[in-house]
């Protein structure tokens, strides 16, 4: 096996950082001392779910605990199949590919994937015309997506392991934004950390971005001249005016709601009890109508705001 993987900026390293999506790390850890214990390749993982949820972070934790390299590609670096012969041709036995945005693999690539998932080897076309096989050392193909239903049967199935990553409870965001608040050394309560997780989305990825927004506002309003934020001044910040001026400069409402999501809300307002198309919210918005579905409406619907009908999207 090769050296273990290093962490990535501020991403859990290990389990017992990821203290989240438990019902994904139980079977993993089971599957992973499976592997170990035969000196086997782990079997392929597929993971799903939105944007900042943890995907290449569990990737690089399943490769850590592997003792294993990882390789991270997202699928616009594989255009051709002879660029994934290539990469693949520089796999050794046991290393992990990672492959984001899985599946928008273009069809010619994808196939090339199936057997090298499956009898670790690739099918090449010789300018001749006959076919030859080339022979790739064992590997574990770990795929994200946040599209599962687009991902094809035929490749889907080859993953042993397919894992959704769920919202998370309370609980656990909680837990997540501790964690980022003591990586910034931000001092903080209990109650703070209730009233911060109330106030954010359940996205790990933006949790550690506001963390980081909620340190460079604490050394900007309440450091000393070296920039040095101690726990008096955190207090202070934390639980007087300086808090409600915070919240007002990053315009969040209870349950991550931003300015974005309110100019979505109104507009659906102002129609009343007629249902609003896709495109119509496209065009007074100024977004594509691809990322209204990718960062607006999750949210809305995972708050219970919004509902889509044939005729559009109207309020709850």
Known sequence: ?????????????????????????????????????TTKPLGHLLFSGS????????????????????????????????????????????????????HRLRAPVEEVLYTAMEDHCVDMVMPDGHHIRLPVSPFTLIGATTKLESLTPALKNRFVYQFHMEPYTQSEKQSIVRRYIDLQQIFCDDTMIVTISDHIASVPRQIANFCHQLKDYL?????????????????????????????????????????????????????????????????????????????????????????KTKRGRVLK
């Open 1 to 37: 096996m090769n050296q273990p993987v290093t962490s990535v900026s501020q991403r859990p390293k290990d389990f017992s950082e990821f203290v989240w999506q438990s019902h994904i790390k139980s079977i993993l850890e089971t599957a992973i001392q499976s592997a170990l214990t």
């Open 51 to 102: 944007s900042g949820f943890g995907k290449t972070t569990l990737a690089t934790i399943t490769a850590s605990m592997l003792e294993a390299r990882i390789k991270i590609i997202t699928w616009y670096a594989i255009s051709k199949p002879s660029e994934l012969i290539s990469i693949l041709n520089m796999i050794d036995e046991w290393d992990v590919l990672f492959i984001d945005e899985i």
């Open 219 to 307: 050394i900007a309003h309440t450091s000393d001249t070296k920039g040095k934020i101690n726990k008096s001044t955190h207090t202070h910040a934390l639980t007087t005016d300086i808090r409600t001026d915070f919240r007002s400069r990053t315009a969040l409402e209870k349950g991550g709601i931003t300015p974005l999501h309110q100019r979505y809300l109104s507009i659906l307002s102002e129609s009343e009890t007629d249902p609003v198309w896709l495109r119509t919210l496209s065009a007074k918005l100024g977004m594509s109508e691809k990322a209204i579905e990718n960062d607006i409406e999750p949210l809305l619907f995972e708050l219970d705001r919004i509902r």
